[in-house]
Nanobody, 123 residues
């Protein structure tokens, strides 16, 4: 079965850190760009970060620049999102996706979605 599985979410205090993982099962991530999206309660889904298939290109939403870092380990078939200096506004369900063209294309070219992992930032 082909699937993406996110992990690493949880409850953290403001200013804390979490590292999310996105692991693929049943296929290799090598040729895909990988993106992270999030959706907070009552809000629209938004793109957070993305990494190209080669790992040579990354991008971030303005709201997370300087705080989040995306990386990939193709040997482990996993992509990570390191989240630092977390704020209550970062509370959301975080999803990872694959882009079948190998490039980050916003809301286009997505062929797989994970089920998400919940991040709650609260004191």
């Amino acid at each position: 079965q082909l699937q993406l599985v996110e992990s690493g979410g949880g409850l953290v205090q403001p200013g804390g850190s979490l590292r999310l993982s996105c692991a693929a099962s049943g296929f290799t991530l090598d040729y895909y760009a990988i993106g992270w999206f999030r959706q907070a309660p009552g809000k629209e889904r938004e793109g957070v970060s993305c990494i190209s298939s080669s790992g040579g290109s990354t991008n971030y939403a303005d709201s997370v620049k300087g705080r989040f870092a995306i990386s990939r380990d193709n040997a482990k078939n996993t992509v990570y999102l390191q989240m630092n200096t977390l704020k209550p506004a970062d509370t959301a369900v975080y999803f990872c996706v694959t882009y079948y063209l190998g490039r980050c294309l916003g809301g286009y070219g997505i062929n797989y979605w994970g089920k998400g992992t919940l991040v709650t930032v609260s004191s």
